[in-house]
């Protein structure tokens, strides 16, 4: 009998993990943003056309590539960022697969050009449908440009089911607007057809970066850190919350993420002043060991998983809880989830404007300490 199991190839496999990996034009303009930052970039510029069907073109300012590194970067799992299996079970980076830009350039025609800041002379591939068909030197400024086009030529039943042209840009403005509030150090300029759409400046704070986000929206700045765990966080009062959680940004080590456990949370937080199925406006930003955060749990990266899900999530309702200015008429939440009116002892709450201290009563059931985990 002949065999029927057999091999795939090289191409027939970055195709299948574009599938993954690529689902839309907003997906690549977020792995290339995230190799920008990876590259130590403190200007991004991202240029679309046709809702990035026809374009999409990113150029950082980051530490480029040498021209071995160029040619390496667009084969399968070939990555700067890891090296061995510890290194991936404590991952500081946005990017670690080596997925990228194999699973762009299988599905696109695809060129890159880059140059290290100490080098003379930059490098260029150019990869179509899978196919190194190009490797030659070029001149260009330092950094790194990638420019994709045509994405979804050779898989016709996938670009059909993409959107409208403005629906494409505008997923792409929101994956910007993500990056931005995740790293408010960083400019980025996004233009469309020829025009500015989206400008974000360097700025010195999350706070800063919220307001220019949430325009003049009141905020509740908050800043917390207890048991190994940095909370910063940039909320709106309550009377601006929306139903579902579309409107509250998360981050964890700088990682832009999809968690519900942890927006309902931040909602509790906010005890009965929210409606059922509302959540606050605004940014929440958690900073932790990166050995109790596993980053490899979804494809696109948008997921994560932490080692002590149950006391991490307690923990931040509890400290957001803390900050937050005290209703008028009480919190009836608390009192019946706690059978106390507060939610922490003896915290020093900080707010916008200043230091807040003030002793808040003790729980009547406190929850476990989160304790990460010792690397050693």
């Given at each position: 009998m002949a065999p029927?199991?057999?091999?795939?190839?090289?191409?027939?496999?970055?195709?299948?993990?574009?599938?993954?990996?690529i689902e839309r034009p907003a997906n690549l303009v977020k792995e290339l943003l995230e190799n920008a930052i990876d590259a130590q970039a403190s200007s991004i510029t991202v240029s679309v056309e046709d809702g990035g069907r026809a374009q999409v073109r990113v150029t950082d300012d980051?530490?480029?590539?040498?021209?071995?590194?160029?040619?390496?970067?667009?084969?399968?799992h070939a990555t700067s960022k890891i090296a061995s299996f510890d290194d991936l079970v404590r991952v500081s980076t946005l990017g670690f697969r080596g997925e990228a830009l194999p699973s762009i350039g299988s599905v696109s025609r695809m060129t890159i050009r880059s140059?290290?800041?100490d080098s003379l002379e930059g490098s260029r591939v150019?990869?179509?449908?899978?196919?190194?068909?190009?490797?030659?030197p070029v001149g260009c400024p330092p950094g790194t440009t990638v420019e994709v086009n045509d994405l979804f030529y050779n898989v016709p039943a996938r670009k059909k089911f993409l959107r409208a042209r403005q629906t494409e840009t505008s997923r792409i403005f929101e994956?910007?607007?993500?990056?931005?509030?995740?790293?408010?150090?960083?400019?980025?300029?996004v233009t469309s057809e020829g025009r500015t759409a989206r400008q974000y400046l360097p700025s010195g704070s999350l706070a800063e970066r919220a307001y220019q986000v949430?325009?003049?929206?009141?905020?509740?700045?908050?800043h917390a850190e207890r048991d190994g765990v940095i909370l910063d966080a940039v909320l709106a009062a309550a009377e601006h919350a929306r139903a579902g959680a579309r409107h509250l940004f998360l981050f964890v080590n700088g990682r832009p993420v999809n968690d519900r456990r942890l927006a309902r949370a931040i909602a509790f937080a906010y005890g009965d002043r929210l409606p059922p199925g509302h959540y606050p406006r605004g940014v929440v930003s958690l900073r932790l060991a990166p050995e109790?955060?596993?980053?490899?749990?979804?494809?696109?990266?948008?997921?994560?998983?932490?080692?002590?899900?149950?006391?991490?999530?307690?923990?931040?309702t509890r400290l957001i809880a803390a900050r937050l200015p005290a209703s008028p008429a009480g919190d009836a939440y608390w009192d019946a989830r706690m059978g106390a009116?507060?939610?922490?002892?003896?915290?020093?709450?900080?707010?916008?404007?200043?230091?807040?201290?003030?002793?808040?009563s003790e729980v009547a059931q406190p929850v476990p300490e989160y304790a990460p985990k010792n690397p050693n």
């Open positions: 029927t199991v057999r091999l795939l190839d090289d191409t027939l496999i970055d195709q299948i993990a574009a599938g993954e990996v980051g530490i480029g590539m040498s021209a071995e590194d160029v040619t390496l970067s667009v084969q399968r140059r290290p800041k150019l990869v179509e449908g899978g196919e190194l068909r190009d490797s030659s994956v910007c607007q993500r990056l931005a509030l995740s790293h408010p150090e960083l400019r980025l300029v949430f325009g003049d929206l009141a905020l509740e700045e908050i109790d955060v596993d980053v490899n749990a979804h494809p696109q990266k948008t997921e994560v998983r932490f080692k002590r899900a149950a006391q991490l999530v307690d923990l931040v009116p507060g939610p922490l002892l003896n915290v020093d709450a900080t707010r916008a404007g200043g230091a807040l201290s003030s002793a808040v």
